[in-house]
């Protein structure tokens, strides 16, 4: 990390709701229209507060930025669990035109150079910032991309990671749905790529854990390793209420 990784954090800005999606199960897409002038780098994230709530603790989350400025708007992606906080009951209850304000976008998950290999693993719906990058690098000179995308049972996003996927001849996606695939999966792309890549993990905290000594063991130096946490998750990868 850099300190100008976080030079955004002292913006803010208010949004607006556009409209909200359902695509499956607890899974949530929340579409908002920027302030004039704010923009951001793909894969960073940023504190989304609703004003005037009424929600007792703290009436802000963060969340990963699943689009690029070129889109127009920002994209969030999350899932409620069986049973939804108030901060994401209030989320998801926005009328078209409701503020919300912004403090951001900033972070480090973003790319390193224009050149390196690049492996990528998303856990659920830490897919989010890396629908970002893949955009990004959808426009950029080829290189080796891998992605290992596992969940136990939606992919969210899956059509669109697909398309690039059809478009991209260097973008391998592996789809898993288990813990042995998926370190298999992870374990061959450190052995393919060894040092020479940048690994970008999305995740809750207990699964990057779990990644982290998965990518020591292989002999991936710490500065190849960039990580995004699921913010509002316990160190066990439990959702906080």
């Known amino acids: 990390m850099r300190l100008s990784d976080l030079s955004g954090m002292f913006k803010k800005s208010t949004a607006s709701f556009i409209r909200l999606?359902?695509?499956m199960d607890d899974y949530y897409l929340v579409y908002l229209k920027?302030?004039?002038g704010t923009t951001w780098t793909p894969g960073e994230h940023a504190a989304f507060r609703l004003p005037h709530s009424g929600i007792k603790g703290r009436n802000f989350r963060a969340f990963s930025l699943a689009s690029v400025p070129e889109e127009g708007?920002?994209?969030l992606g999350t899932r409620t669990g069986a049973q939804a906080s108030a901060y994401k009951k209030r989320l998801l209850g926005l009328q078209p035109g409701d503020p919300v304000i912004v403090h951001g976008p900033f972070?480090?998950?973003k790319l390193r150079d224009d050149t390196s290999p690049i492996v990528m693993f998303a856990a659920g719906v830490g897919i989010t910032p890396i629908r970002a990058l893949l955009l990004q690098l959808?426009?950029?000179m080829p290189r080796p991309i891998e992605l290992?995308?596992?969940?136990e049972k939606h992919y969210l996003f899956e059509?669109?990671?697909d398309a690039l996927a059809a478009s991209m001849p260097h973008l391998k996606i592996i789809k898993t749905s288990d813990i042995?695939?998926?370190q298999s999966s992870i374990r061959s792309g450190a052995e393919k790529f060894g040092n020479s890549a940048f690994y970008y993990i999305s995740a809750a905290p207990g699964v990057i854990l779990s990644t982290k000594k998965l990518l020591s063991e292989c002999g991936i130096k710490r500065r190849r390793r960039i990580y995004d946490p699921f913010f509002g998750y316990s160190s066990k990868g439990k959702r906080k209420t």
């Open 21 to 23: 999606e359902n695509p």
């Open 34 to 36: 920027p302030a004039e």
């Open 73 to 75: 708007h920002i994209l």
């Open 107 to 109: 972070g480090w998950f």
């Open 138 to 140: 959808s426009k950029s």
């Open 148 to 151: 290992v995308y596992a969940s």
């Open 159 to 161: 059509n669109e990671i």
């Open 180 to 182: 042995e695939s998926t």
